[in-house]
């Protein structure tokens, strides 16, 4: 990669070899997206990017690979646009560029709020309440975890709207959405165009393994959304107060997400130790493998906090389990979390401009 | 190589796809199996990593190919750009088993798509690899590896030792090491001399040295030069080489697909003293495109310029370098070091020739000029609308003809009779049926085929 251009003047330069060549056109989304035009500005470039799934097909593919003059890793550069474009359109950008790249960064920012809890719950330990609320009243966590949650979704929202001007994304249309929802529910990009997975981790061999460990991961986390969202709801709906027992929507969704979420995490820590860094974002390596580690804790804390009911170690995990949701939370806007939400309005902006066309 | 068995069963010279489809058949058949491969990794694979498609006969719709394809049809395009320079039995024995090679490859890792964009005429005579030339090499690279065939990278083969009417083993120096190569049985699949330019100077003339090779630098045929001097049976014109017009800053080696230019037909042609010298739209680029690098050969410097104003500059795929452009004709002209005065006239002459009538891009439209020398008889609308843009042209060598000839067992002959262990897949061998031109797909059609036929001879004669 060449050292005196931006990496997105790197990516054009890259791309419109590409687009002379297309021979990589069945592996994924980008190559039919980049076919649709003779000329590319950053925002297309941006777009390219965040359609780009890093599945390295195309760079294992590429006749015009280092030490080919042409010098291509497309992989890598998009990946570089993908990450500068998160950092620039997160709010306040600064959090992004230290959280995305620094894995230190999450771990000290785990510290201190898992301080934090523990003091909360010797300061404010309730004098009533059922298992966890024994420790921790309902009205406090969610007094806590609301704001956590809801302030970083708005700033989220607003990045995703400055992309969605970025790119000059059009109308929104239900069959957009709805074909983006079934590109990420299959992961699609990670298919190989053939089905047989992606070139992440050996080489030019194609597995399903990242495809495989990122649903686990994707799956597990929706299911163990969706036990939050149930606990909520019969919460304050039907006033039944957690806890609650193992044949109960909440567990029933939990506890076999929690199992998927920390496989998954396993795995793609794996497949991240033994993936080839370089055709990556490489400066972000310790930001996502820590973002990955503390998916896995969120789960692992979860599924341990249950084991431990009714026994003196509920206390500590549940500030431990508590502090890794919260820092997931408040790092929303500004950890590798971000992908999903960007990966998903390209997908959008992707079935708008390839239905536009046909 | 400290792992090596003393003798291999077979020896493969060459490390593309006809080396690689004889040494997957020939292990499959439970040979030892070593393959010398002259470049480095990167770069394995020859001009096989440059390919994108298989034109494959097939008698109705066969993933991805629609609709049929038969032998007749396939052998008349053959007949069309050889002009009957093949040899019938051969090219109908590679026509006529290119249809079961389409499983054989699948079977072996090889992965199709539907047609690229741009390349549709083709859907139903070639089906494209999916990722192109190089993800086929990888796929079959895995495979031998799977089936134990040992691999050596710059592994240059300098002599290949012929006794008693066989071969008794080779030379070769690996990563700078000279090594002696022992096996039972030998193919070589190490392509043509199209990368040694001292070799294309004495067979075309000086001016080969301004050609452009397409492919690999490493096709510089030691081992074929070897073998005639041994007195193996050659085919295919030695003076001879396929070369098309592409972007004239195209790379000296493997600037391969992307430095294709398909402006032609909407453009005009001049050569560097600004004079148009053939007829652009004689046909569509597809059936043009193969001539352009011998027209462009012929002219001064071996280099062409072909101008096109701003209503042409969307009508053909992206080029790898963005063209020169320009607000006037004596600009573009001189950016792109020609004469201004002379383009003018040229251009001005050209204008005036031209006719009002119906431009249609993707047929002949016989819109054509009239009264000039060299007329352009397709597509021919003045160069009025600036900016104007210009690329350079120059010939680009893809591969030679001249070659080991063969008989139906891909078995390598000299006066004397057939060389008892020795076989020859690929573009050492292709002129044995494709005399002149070139068919879309053909090489690797040759190369699958002839490569499977000289694995499982060679695996026979050592069983």
């Known amino acids: ?358 | 190589m400290k792992d090596w068995p003393e003798t291999f069963d077979l020896a493969v010279v060459g490390g593309g796809n006809a080396a690689l489809c004889a040494a997957i058949t020939a292990a499959e058949a439970g040979a030892s199996v070593l393959i010398l491969e002259g470049a480095p990794k990167p770069y394995r694979g020859g001009n096989s990593r440059h390919t994108r498609n298989f034109r494959c006969m097939h008698r109705g719709p066969m993933f991805p190919l629609t609709d049929a394809y038969e032998e007749d049809e396939y052998l008349h395009d053959l007949m069309l750009v050889t002009k009957g320079k093949t040899d019938e039995n051969l090219a109908r024995l590679a026509i006529r088993s290119s249809e079961e090679c389409l499983g054989w490859m699948q079977d072996h890792g090889v992965r199709f798509q539907p047609s690229l964009s741009g390349t549709l005429s083709l859907s139903r005579t070639n089906a494209f690899f999916l990722g192109g030339g190089k993800a086929l090499v990888n796929a079959y690279y895995n495979t031998a590896t799977d089936l134990g065939v040992c691999i050596a990278y710059e592994a240059q083969v300098t002599h290949v030792h012929l006794d008693g009417g066989q071969i008794t083993h080779l030379d070769a120096e690996i990563a700078g090491q000279p090594h002696t190569i022992k096996a039972r049985a030998f193919v070589l699949a190490s392509g043509g001399f199209q990368a040694d330019l001292d070799w294309l100077a004495r067979a075309w003339g000086p001016s080969a040295r301004n050609f452009l090779i397409r492919g690999t630098p490493y096709n510089r045929g030691v081992v074929l030069r070897d073998m005639l001097d041994q007195g193996a049976e050659s085919v295919g014109d030695p003076t001879q080489c396929h070369a098309v017009a592409i972007d004239g800053r195209a790379p000296k080696y493997d600037g391969g697909i992307v430095t294709r230019l398909d402006c032609v037909p909407f453009s005009i042609v001049v050569n560097k003293d600004g004079e148009r010298f053939y007829d652009e739209g004689e046909d569509v680029w597809p059936k043009r495109y193969a001539i352009w690098g011998r027209l462009v050969a012929a002219q001064p410097d071996q280099v062409g310029f072909a101008l096109i104003d701003a209503k042409s500059i969307d009508l053909f795929m992206p080029s790898v370098f963005p063209a020169v452009k320009a607000n006037t004709v004596e600009g573009l002209a001189t950016a792109m070091g020609l004469d201004p005065e002379a383009v003018r006239r040229t251009v001005d002459g050209f204008d005036a020739a031209c006719r009002p009538g119906p431009f249609h891009p993707t047929e002949l439209d016989g819109l054509r000029t009239q009264g000039l020398d060299v007329p352009k008889t397709n597509w021919a609308r003045p160069l009025d609308t600036p900016p104007y843009y210009g690329y350079q042209l120059r010939p680009g060598v893809t591969f030679t003809y001249l070659g080991l000839k063969v008989d139906a067992n891909a078995q390598v002959h000299t006066p004397h009779g057939p060389i008892r262990n020795l076989w020859a897949a690929g573009e050492i061998m292709a002129g044995s049926i494709l005399g002149q031109g070139y068919l879309a797909g053909f090489g690797m059609t040759i190369g699958t085929v002839f490569g499977r036929i000289a694995g499982k001879e060679a695996a026979a004669h050592v069983a």
């Open chain 1, 1 to 358: 990669m060449s050292l005196d251009l931006t990496a997105t003047e790197e990516a054009r330069r890259q791309i419109e070899i590409c687009n002379a060549c297309r021979y990589c056109e069945g592996f994924c989304s980008v190559f039919p997206a980049m076919t649709r035009n003779k000329a590319f500005a950053d925002g297309d470039l941006t777009q390219l990017a965040n359609l780009c799934h890093n599945c390295r097909g195309c760079y294992y593919a590429c006749q015009y690979t280092e030490p080919h003059e042409f010098a291509l890793n497309i992989p890598a550069v998009l990946a570089e646009v993908r990450v500068e474009s998160w950092e620039r359109l997160a709010r306040p950008a600064a959090l992004a560029r230290l959280f995305q790249s620094q894995g230190v960064a999450l771990a000290g920012l785990l510290v201190v709020v898992l301080a934090w809890f523990f003091w909360a719950l010797s300061a404010w330990r309730p004098d009533t309440g059922a298992g966890f609320y024994a420790h921790l009243a309902h009205t406090t966590m969610v007094a806590m975890f609301v704001p956590a949650f809801l302030g970083p979704l708005v700033l989220m929202a607003l990045s995703i709207r400055d992309y969605w001007r970025e790119v000059g994304g059009g109308r929104v249309g239900f069959a957009h959405i709805w074909a983006a929802l079934g590109s990420a529910a299959r992961m699609r990009n990670l298919s190989g165009g053939h089905g047989e997975g992606c070139n992440f981790e050996d080489g030019d061999r194609f597995t399903d393994r990242r495809r495989v460990f990122h649903q686990l991961m994707m799956y597990g986390f929706l299911l163990c959304f969706g036990a939050t969202s149930s606990g909520t709801i019969m919460h304050y709906v039907f006033g039944w107060q957690a806890p609650y027992p193992l044949l109960s929507l909440p567990k029933l969704l939990g506890v076999p997400g929690g199992l998927m979420m920390v496989a998954g995490a396993v795995g793609l820590a794996w497949l991240k130790l033994r993936a080839d860094r370089s055709l990556g974002a490489a400066r972000v390596w310790g930001g996502e493998m820590a973002f990955v580690l503390l998916l896995g804790a969120v789960a692992l804390t979860g599924l341990a906090l249950y084991a431990a009911t009714g026994s003196a170690l509920v206390g500590p995990l549940l500030a431990i389990h508590l502090a890794t949701v919260m820092v997931l939370f408040l790092l929303m806007p500004f950890s590798k979390m971000v992908h999903g939400f960007y990966r998903l309005a390209a997908l959008v902006a992707e079935a708008g401009a390839a239905g536009a066309k046909t």
